[in-house]
Nanobody, 126 residues
Framework: QVQLVESGGELVQAGDSLRLSCAASGLTFSSHNMGWFRQAPGKEREFVAAISWSGTSTYYADSVKGRFAISKDNAKNTVYLQMSSLKREDTAVYYC???????????????????WGQGTQVTVSS
């Protein structure tokens, strides 16, 4: 059974930094592309960042480019999202997702991910 468990979300001040973690089990982590999505109240779930199965390619939404960094530790079966210069509009539930590596990976498409975590709340106050 595949499990993705996010952690690290909390209440922070604008301008602070925070690191989210997503621990994976039940899958061959090193063969999976990973993504982070977020959902704010009343809004659709949106793409934040993604990393290829090997960790060599990363992708970001324009809204977080230069502030967030995604990384993958295949030895620990964990993907991270390092967030800095946080803004109020970053407030959301953050989800990690996984999909088996393919040549046609659409990293920003929710429907292309097979497995999802339960999410972790990030709240940024000003």
């Amino acid at each position: 059974q595949v499990q993705l468990v996010e952690s690290g979300g909390e209440l922070v001040q604008a301008g602070d930094s925070l690191r989210l973690s997503c621990a994976a089990s039940g899958l061959t982590f090193s063969s999976h592309n990973m993504g982070w999505f977020r959902q704010a109240p009343g809004k659709e779930r949106e793409f934040v960042a993604a990393i290829s199965w090997s960790g060599t390619s990363t992708y970001y939404a324009d809204s977080v480019k230069g502030r967030f960094a995604i990384s993958k530790d295949n030895a620990k079966n964990t993907v991270y999202l390092q967030m800095s210069s946080l803004k109020r509009e970053d407030t959301a539930v953050y989800y990690c997702a996984a999909t088996f590596r393919t040549t046609a990976w659409e990293f920003g498409s929710r429907s292309k991910y097979n497995y999802w975590g339960q999410g972790t709340q990030v709240t940024v106050s000003s």
